[in-house]
């Protein structure tokens, strides 16, 4: 079992940037995938990034390209989203997510994620 505690939300202006950290606890793994994803009100939950807890690939959203940065410590056992030029679209409860298997066409989905934590506000007024 891991467990997921995201943290670095708040308000910020559009413009801003924020940092998001997710801790992570109980047995994780070198081959474990982690991922940012956000709902907005109203909306469906969306993918915003993943990267593989070795490093050796990372992906964004479109709509995160060049302005969020995914990152992990691995002393800490944790990843962090790093949110630049922050617009008021990025709304949302931001999740993170750990899945225990890569699959590369496939890590935008939630399905193939398998441990979730309860989410972080972001609210970006304009």
């Known amino acids: 079992q891991v467990q997921l505690a995201e943290s670095g939300g708040g308000l910020v202006q559009a413009g801003g940037s924020l940092r998001l950290s997710c801790a992570a606890s109980?047995?994780?793994?070198?081959?474990?995938?982690w991922g940012w994803f956000r709902r907005a009100p109203g909306k469906e939950r969306e993918f915003v990034s993943a990267?593989?807890?070795?490093?050796?690939?990372?992906i964004y959203a479109d709509s995160a390209k060049g302005r969020f940065t995914i990152s992990r410590d691995r002393a800490k056992n944790t990843v962090y989203l790093q949110m630049n030029s922050l617009k008021p679209e990025d709304t949302a409860v931001y999740y993170c997510?750990?899945?225990?298997?890569?699959?590369?066409?496939?890590?935008?989905?939630?399905?193939?994620?398998?441990?979730w934590g309860q989410g972080t506000q972001v609210t970006v007024s304009s």
């Open positions: 990267t593989r807890w070795n490093g050796a690939s990372t």
């Open positions: 997510a750990v899945a225990v298997r890569w699959v590369a066409s496939r890590m935008f989905l939630e399905r193939q994620y398998d441990y």
């Open positions: 109980g047995r994780t793994s070198s081959d474990y995938v």
